[in-house]
């Protein structure tokens, strides 16, 4: 089994003896992955990771800031332990039987958090799935850090799938759907299941997919009538499709197998290269950064930082690429400034 990699929560979930309960009395990380759990069940008034400074946004009024023990928090904690016939204290704690059964029992929506990679889905790799975890947060197109979302991309994008599938943007163009299926069809029963073709079918679904539905009609249909049953622009019936096997556990360690690859891939590629980023708050931010304008702007914004102060430290790198983004893009820098409490400056793995 996987560890969270808090020394505390891997403690109570194991039931070790002196374990402390989560209480209003903690704050930080610890709380921040029972709110991450709290909320894969639904419940979204509780802060999530993009609450880290304390500001809420229109679509969540939660009005405290992630990893702290606040009202909505604590209501949230009582409402589970309700649901599902656990024993409660007032004020309300998560013990080791309410940590379990958050990670354990089948949530509404899955978003993807620290403790749900490692304990549900035994992704062994406490740091990087805690990077992976606040990209995904932060991703804007998959603003709740989803398995599956459905989302029609921008006309402008061409080709166009209308789907926003993973948890990352890398799997969201077409082409990348069409890497994530072909690991899907790897499990021909589950394929079937969720997608309902097998065999050939099956191929020629994932092959369509790679190939990005490249000829499309202005109105967003395929131009071969024989490959209109896999237009994944129409809702019905690929919606309830994705969502099925967004929701398959199999399919989810597929999805964070591949993102996990791809950050390591960008890591392994630049670590020679970034010598200046060490820390799990920096390559947190180059990652994301790259996510989000590719390796190639990644690496030009960073060359540029260490050209215009070669003795700069980390923490300067990352504020002078932050100052010269564009201020469309600054909201999502904030989250990894030197004066965001998450993540820490804990050194990055060499080899993660």
């Not at 790799?125 to 947060?137: E, K, N, W």
Request: net charge positive; hydrophobic share 40%; aromatic share 8%.
């Amino acid at each position: 089994m996987a560890d969270i990699g808090i020394s505390r929560l891997d403690q109570l979930y194991d039931g070790m003896a002196g374990a402390a309960p989560i209480t209003a009395a903690d704050s930080g990380e610890i709380v921040g992955v029972v709110q991450e759990l709290l909320r894969n069940h639904g419940l979204r008034k509780v802060p999530g990771a993009k609450h880290v400074t304390g500001t809420a946004v229109p679509s969540d009024p939660a009005a405290e800031p992630f990893g702290a023990f606040g009202k909505y928090t604590k209501r949230a904690v009582g409402f589970f332990q309700d649901k599902h016939g656990l024993s409660k204290q007032n004020p309300p704690v998560v013990d080791a039987v309410t940590l379990r059964r958050l990670i354990q029992a089948s949530p509404g929506t899955v978003c993807v958090g620290r403790a749900y990679l490692t304990r549900r889905l035994e992704i062994a790799d406490a740091v990087i799935c805690r990077v992976l975890t606040l990209i995904s947060s932060w991703e804007e197109h998959a603003a709740t850090g989803g398995f599956c979302n459905w989302k029609p991309q921008d006309a402008a994008d061409k080709p166009q799938t209308g789907l926003s599938f993973g948890i990352l943007q890398w799997t969201h163009g077409s082409a990348r759907l069409g890497t994530l299926l072909e690991d899907f069809e790897q499990n021909a029963a589950l394929f079937s299941s969720c997608f309902g073709y097998s065999g050939q079918d099956a191929t020629a679904m994932v092959n369509h997919a790679k190939g990005g539905e490249a000829v499309l009609k202005a109105n967003g249909d395929p131009v071969s009538t024989s490959m209109d049953k896999f237009n994944f622009q129409k809702r019905v019936p690929w919606k309830a499709k994705f969502v099925t096997a967004g929701s398959s556990t199999a399919y989810q360690v597929k999805q964070v197998e591949r993102a996990l690859a791809d950050l390591r891939a960008i890591h392994t590629s630049k670590k020679a290269v970034w010598t200046k980023i060490t820390s799990q708050r920096g390559w947190g931010f180059m990652l994301d950064f790259a996510n989000q304008f590719g390796e190639g702007g990644a690496n030009t914004k960073y060359t540029n930082a260490v050209t215009a102060l070669p003795a700069g430290s980390e923490d300067y790198i990352l504020q002078h690429i932050e100052s010269a983004n564009p201020a469309t893009h600054q909201p999502r820098r904030h989250y990894f400034r030197v004066d965001s409490p998450l993540p820490n400056n804990v050194a990055f793995p060499t080899n993660p």
